[in-house]
């Protein structure tokens, strides 16, 4: 695995003139990527496309409702048991189904707020930004430096190091949902 330096831009054109502007620098044009970086989400990365099968903050949510319900069922059947003598026997029914209803609506409390890691899951990823992003790979530790300034020279944001492979211009095990290590 070598050293890849990545920074992202907003146009095209900006793309094309950092690369050019790399291989003049003595970078190799072979390990050069450049590529449009889809929204956080927008990945693909699952069958059933986007980058998670589960809603992020959802993993506890059916057990939430479920509790809930049964909570507040019971809870309304006794009030509806209280009330048989003016309601009849309908009574329990109707407030076990009301009080099933309204349990359920407390899941709200096992959901997590925006940022707040799963338990035993992971936490919270800062995404890369969508747009253009220009990559070099290179195995001596001594260009890397140079590489951060012409970027940024070249008004890239968001500056990451990572470690991968880009062979012909594609950075092959580019990973989108992975944590960037931002240094400029």
């Not at 050069?32 to 809603?55: E, K, V």
């Not at 003016?86 to 209803?101: N, R, S, W």
Request: charged share 20%; glycine share 16%.
């Amino acid at each position: 695995m070598s050293t890849i330096i990545a920074g992202h831009f907003q146009l095209q054109d900006d793309v094309e003139r950092a690369r050019r502007a790399l291989v003049d620098a003595g970078f190799s044009s072979e390990r050069i990527s450049g590529f449009y970086l889809s929204q956080p989400g927008q990945h693909d990365l699952t069958p059933i496309g986007g980058d998670n099968i589960h809603s992020p903050g959802a993993k506890e949510s059916p057990m939430g409702v479920a509790e809930g319900a049964g909570a507040g069922a019971a809870i309304g059947i006794v009030a509806g048991a209280l009330t048989t003598p003016v309601t009849g026997p309908l009574g329990p029914v109707v407030g076990g189904l009301v009080g099933a209803h309204v349990g359920s609506l407390f899941s709200f409390s096992k959901m997590k707020e925006s940022g707040e890691s799963e338990e035993g899951g992971r936490a919270p990823v800062e995404n890369r930004p969508a747009g253009m992003l220009v990559a070099v790979a290179f195995d001596d530790g001594g260009l890397e430096q140079r590489a951060v300034d012409l970027l940024r020279d070249l008004g890239a944001h968001h500056i990451e190091r990572a470690r991968g492979n880009i062979v012909d211009g594609d950075w092959a095990d580019f990973d989108p949902a992975t944590v960037p290590d931002i240094i400029h």
